[in-house]
């Protein structure tokens, strides 16, 4: 995996470490693909703790960003498939029109996040408000996450480095 990531960054031109890094991880765990960021953004505030709210702030924007990628493709899908129109008004169809852009406060959780931006593009939410739901369920999210990982202790991590064999 870290042969691919590395591979990733330098076809884009881009250092593998750093704040690029956190904004592309954040971008790409935020389609479908099954990659977290949580992982490289803690490891960068880790070395790099007056960095802390930049970092947070690259993440969000970043993650945000895919979310939103993912919000156009359901768009983009809903327009050109028009074969697919479902006539049945299911309960999570209803749920969806009764929430609006505001459940996308939930993008942020694994598995269900995805689908959801995919879904409120589908439904052709207003792409603005679920931009800034969008943003602020992300931006908990990494500050949560965050702050939990400072909580483990670093013997935690330095005998986890030894386990993997990456110390």
């Known amino acids: 995996m870290d042969h691919a990531l590395q591979h990733f960054f330098g076809w ?13 991880s954040a971008f790409v765990s935020a389609t479908l693909l099954p990659i977290g960021s949580e992982p490289i953004l803690f490891g960068y505030t880790s070395l790099n703790p007056n960095m802390y709210w930049l ?13 939103m990628f ?3 493709l ?9 074969s697919v129109e479902v006539t049945t008004q299911g309960r999570l169809r209803e749920w969806l029109k009764e929430w609006g852009p505001k459940m996308l406060l939930f993008s942020w959780l694994p598995g269900f996040g ?3 931006c995919i879904a409120a593009g589908w439904l052709r939410l207003a792409w603005f ?3 800034i739901y969008m943003f602020i369920g992300k ?8 702050w939990l990982l400072t909580l483990v202790p670093d013997s935690f991590w330095h005998q986890l480095g030894h386990w993997l064999h990456l110390i």
């Open 114 to 116: 995805d689908p959801l």
């Open 74 to 82: 359901g768009l983009i899908a809903s327009k050109r498939i028009k």
């Open 129 to 131: 408000p679920c931009l």
């Open 55 to 67: 970092a947070i702030f690259v993440a969000t924007i970043g993650n945000t960003m895919g979310g």
């Open 70 to 72: 993912d919000w156009w």
């Open 139 to 146: 931006l908990l999210r990494y500050l949560t996450m965050t």
């Open 12 to 24: 884009f031109g881009m250092p593998s470490v750093g704040l690029p890094a956190v904004f592309i």
